[in-house]
């Protein structure tokens, strides 16, 4: 067959990279909250509340923040078995300090107590310091702060140490479900602190123990989600539609790092393009928050309604329950379609009716196939079996993604994209 570009390229628009938002764009901010201290560690992070600073959306708030006490997210990472700045608090463990002890702190109260405590201290002793006439005395108190804060962001260097400040929201639960919900929720934080990947946003330090509950310290992204970009073109009343190979550039890096979350047993479970951060130096997979590790017997968080979006959940998740990182592959798949298409395949515009909700569902969940995409776009016959492969309602014919990563790589080296 030949090959050839897509015949409405000159009015398809590119998925640019694209910088800050300016602050028309962004929502207005919440009423100002008080400021969050630790009980031990005093103050960790200067909350900014302008308008820019503020991001809103499922069960958190999100803050800009700039760490102020640097030596209480080292205490929080040590607990949290990461003892390579043990010295630096003057910890000695076994009668000796170790950079390459393991602590399960976190089952050992009295141990995780002497870490906060000793951080808490050592924040003291810079603030008195840096106050000291003598100019030697201060001098090292701002060369030890300055390691701490760039051995903290050392993965990827924060510019004045500005982090995300992901603040939990607990929803309407009884109290015992409210115990287990937050529970889950520190556990799966925990889970994040492992993975390091680059096309994953990095979780820095998690705080339990603050006036309003836990407080997730996470890498601060300056972009637009995908669906903000696509969203942009609509309003700008242009084709909606991404490139074929725009589109494969920005999701073939999400892929991979899917496929890396799978190989360390954790399942996103609510993979879309709102949870997809394109920045100018990169393309980041967000929003965490009803993640799930594949050792975890529990099939879902406590809930009275089923985690994740509708349009973007899989057959089996949605009659189910059942989360396998074929769920991963679905959601991705949709995406994409999304992207080629210029419209999702199920359309749902108000999540909160239940009589549009069920008729999603019962489409999703019937035998009959999905919207076929080449009705918008007339996609190439290997960029159309990835786009099904992915999103087979068969879990065991759909596509892992690994093999998803593999194949998109050959779409994108092929060039070929589109059909007459």
């Not at 207005?28 to 005093?42: F, H, T, V, W």
């Not at 990461?82 to 702190?105: C, I, M, R």
């Not at 700008?236 to 999701?251: F, G, I, M, N, T």
Request: charged share 25%; aromatic share 6%; proline share 7%.
């Amino acid at each position: 067959m030949n090959m050839v570009a897509h015949p409405d390229d000159a009015k398809m628009e590119k998925l640019e990279i694209v910088g800050p938002a300016t602050p028309a764009e962004l929502p207005k901010p919440e009423p100002r909250p008080r400021r969050k201290r630790d009980a031990l560690l005093g103050d960790c992070v200067k909350i900014s509340y302008g308008a820019e600073d503020v991001k809103m959306g499922g069960m958190a708030c999100v803050y800009t923040g700039v760490i102020s006490n640097p030596f209480a997210l080292i205490g929080s990472r040590i607990i949290w078995g990461e003892t390579e700045l043990a010295p630096l608090l003057g910890l000695q463990f076994n009668g000796e300090t170790k950079s390459d002890t393991k602590l399960l702190a976190s089952l050992d109260e009295t141990l995780a107590k002497t870490v906060r405590e000793a951080a808490h201290q050592r924040w003291q002793d810079y603030k008195t310091a840096i106050l000291s006439p003598d100019l030697g005395k201060v001098a090292r108190a701002e060369e030890q702060y300055r390691a701490a804060l760039e051995w903290l962001t050392r993965e990827s260097f924060v510019e004045s140490g500005k982090v995300a400040v992901k603040t939990l929201k607990l929803p309407s639960l009884p109290p015992e479900d409210q115990h287990e919900f937050r529970r889950r929720h520190l556990k799966q934080y925990a889970i994040l602190r492992t993975l390091d990947h680059p096309n994953i946003v990095k979780t820095y330090g998690l705080l339990t123990e603050t006036e309003f509950g836990p407080v997730v310290l996470m890498e601060y992204l300056r972009g637009k989600t995908l669906s903000e970009l696509q969203e942009g073109l609509r309003e700008q009343s242009k084709d909606p539609r991404v490139h074929a190979k725009r589109a494969l550039e920005v999701l073939l890096p999400i892929a991979r790092a899917l496929d890396y979350c799978h190989r360390h047993n954790v399942i996103h479970r609510d993979v879309k393009s709102n949870n997809i951060m394109v920045t100018k130096q990169a393309v980041k997979l967000i929003d965490f928050g009803i993640s799930k590790d594949m050792d975890d017997p529990n099939k879902t968080m406590v809930s009275h309604k089923l985690p994740g979006t509708p349009a973007y959940a899989a057959p089996e998740y949605l009659a189910r329950h059942e989360a396998t990182p074929k769920l991963d592959s679905y959601g991705w798949g949709m995406t994409l379609y999304e992207l080629l298409a210029g419209k999702p395949a199920y359309a749902l515009q108000n999540p909160q009716n239940n009589e549009e909700l069920r008729a999603l569902c019962t489409s999703v969940l019937s035998p009959a196939p999905h919207p076929d995409i080449r009705q918008h776009v007339p996609l190439s016959d290997a960029l159309a079996e990835l786009v099904n492969g992915a999103i087979d309602k068969d879990a065991g014919k759909r596509w892992g993604m690994e093999q998803i990563f593999a194949r998109g790589k050959e779409v994108l080296a092929s060039k070929q994209f589109y059909r007459k």
